[in-house]
């Protein structure tokens, strides 16, 4: 599954317990009718994926739901669902600027003139 859209946060990279547990989340938000802010961690050697983003990016994040049951000390059971990133990409929308050259506006190009209309193409299509 994908999430697509602008970074509003990037968190710190978070360690937990004696295994040192690492986790990092970043809120990405969609750009459709009604946008919704979608939190995705990243664990792991997956938390240094996020270094080179920064809000405001538009990105696309692979990403898969994870679900968990855990039975509290009164003994109820509590269900528990997260997302989480594996891989995360800039969207070609930020990147217009950097390799592809400018379209020229049409007023940049002068229209032909010299048309023939019985000039005939000899394509067989």
Known sequence: MEVQGRI???GETQTFGS???RKREVVVTTEEQYPQQIMVEFVQDKTDLLNSYQVGQQVKVSINLRG???VNPQGETKYFNSIQGWRIEALQADAASGDMPPVPPTEAFEPVSDIKEDDHDDLPF
């Open 8 to 10: 509003k946060m990037v």
């Open 68 to 70: 968990r049951e855990w």
């Open 19 to 21: 295994n040192g547990f």
